[in-house]
């Protein structure tokens, strides 16, 4: 299976999955917890945005042509913040929820971008010779942990 067909298969779970958790989680109910949660990835994404501007991003796993590697703000600490900035926003939405489902649902869309990730990551040591280095320094989602 190719690099694209791998790509919109990742995309694709991972736009479903966010779909169905709020659709599950749909009334959600606005308790601390949640809405903390979903506040601080809503944040966390904010100041990704502050140090990789929108025209560097890629839905897909691919890099952009023409993107430059970020590695200042929340990418001195994590590789892929935007990743866990949805994950916080969409943990929010799921803890906000009365019921389970959207809390497995989660845990799917924490694996989907678990992969979609390491695919990125491949790819993003063939394109940036420095690359390597800093994932060596690094980590994927949580700082000092993985």
Request: zero cysteines; hydrophobic letters at 55%; a positive charge.
């Amino acid at each position: 299976m190719g690099i694209r067909s791998q790509s919109l298969i990742w995309v694709s779970a991972q736009f479903l999955l966010i779909a169905l958790i709020v659709l599950q989680a749909w009334p959600w109910t606005l308790r601390a917890l949640p809405l903390a949660i979903l506040s601080m990835g809503s944040l966390l994404a904010l100041w990704v945005l502050l140090h990789n501007h929108p025209g560097n991003f890629n839905i897909r796993p691919e890099p952009k042509a023409g993107a430059r590697l970020v590695t200042s703000g929340p990418y001195r600490h994590i590789r892929h913040p935007m990743y866990v900035a949805l994950l916080m926003v969409m943990a929010g939405i799921a803890l906000g929820a009365e019921r389970l489902d959207p809390a497995y649902l989660w845990l799917a869309l924490l694996g989907v971008l678990n992969f979609k990730a390491a695919l990125e990551e491949r790819l993003l040591l063939q394109q940036w010779s420095g690359y390597g280095e800093y994932s060596r320094h690094t980590h994927r989602f949580i700082p000092w942990l993985w």
